[in-house]
């Protein structure tokens, strides 16, 4: 199995050279789907602080994960078990669990009805202060990553800005428990592409991550220690009309000497506000009809098995 390079480009670039960044990113887009942000300023000591906080929350018994799951939350908020989404069209469910964090919305703020609050871990006080950091964090590398793709599709810079103020983005942290054998036909996440917007993916320690090439190959995604993967979400596929499509990516099941290792990641999904109209800006080859970011995300929800 072969890897596909992707140059990184470094996020202070935005800052000194919006276009050259905004062509870098297009470039690595076109060809392969994702890009790969390296200087992204997110502290090491943060990352390892909550890859620290995510293994020990995936550690508890059974019993205490159990009480963490939101009831009728399609998944939204804390606690998603082992063996509930299932990638679309596909036979066999994932083989992972994880836990959503949300944003944090003031009392009585409008779009609480379609955030729900988040559910904090009881055993870890200083859970919550690091994923919000984190959280922030990846927010705000996400909203200079966007400015690049917006100069990308001869949009202004600014064009996403509002759109995903007080956005309906979340911080996923998984956990692909090791192999035990008798798996199935199940796969650490089957062969899918994302929801929203873009995603922002701090390198897990485990390899597994795969991209389907435009010529129908999967490859392995190389990418430099410490940097960031970003990719197209099925949101903005359909804002940009198909100029940027969302690539079908997986993760696949460790080779023999590697299975009985657990597998940590942390994805950020960055989205649109739960009432910004999706519409496919001039200029695509393709055309979609106007949604909502909420009907959307409903929609596709109920096609992975979380509503």
């Not at 400015?147 to 995903?164: G, M, N, Q, S």
């Not at 009809?289 to 098995?305: N, S």
Request: net charge negative; charged share 20%; hydrophobic share 45%.
């Amino acid at each position: 199995m072969s890897a596909v390079e992707i140059e990184p480009v470094r996020l202070s670039l935005m800052d000194e050279d919006l276009a050259a960044a905004a062509a870098g990113i297009g470039d690595a887009f076109a060809r392969t789907g994702f890009a790969v942000i390296s200087d992204h300023g997110i502290p090491p000591a943060l990352i390892r602080r909550a890859l620290g906080a995510s293994k020990a929350l995936f550690a508890l018994p059974e019993p205490a994960k159990a009480a963490y799951v939101v009831a009728g939350g399609g998944g939204q908020r804390g606690m998603t078990p082992f063996g509930i989404e299932t990638a679309k069209d596909a036979a066999a469910h994932d083989l992972k669990e994880f836990w959503h964090v949300g944003r944090e919305l003031s009392a009585g703020h409008e779009l609480a009805p379609q955030m729900p609050p988040n559910v904090w871990p009881r055993e870890w006080p200083d859970f919550k202060p690091t994923m919000i950091a984190l959280y922030s964090a990846l927010e705000i590398t996400g909203q200079k990553i966007l400015k690049a793709i917006a100069v990308h599709l001869r949009l202004a810079p600014d064009f996403f800005d509002e759109a995903i103020a007080d956005g309906n983005s979340v911080l996923r942290l998984l956990h692909y428990p090791p192999m035990k054998g008798g798996e199935g036909n199940s796969i650490r996440a089957g062969a899918h592409e994302d929801i929203n917007v873009i995603t922002l993916l701090l390198g897990a320690e485990e390899a597994g991550l795969q991209l389907l090439g435009r010529d129908g190959v999967w490859r392995d995604i190389a990418a430099p220690e410490g940097s960031l993967v970003c990719n197209i979400g099925d949101m903005l596929q359909r804002l940009s009309g198909g100029r940027l499509p969302s690539t079908t990516h997986r993760v696949v099941n460790p080779a023999p000497e590697r299975a009985g290792k657990a597998r940590y990641s942390m994805p950020f999904f960055l989205h649109f506000r739960p009432d910004y109209l999706i519409e496919t800006v001039p200029g695509g080859p393709r055309h979609w009809p106007p949604i909502t970011a909420q009907a959307y995300l409903d929609e596709r929800l109920r096609e992975i098995g979380l509503l």
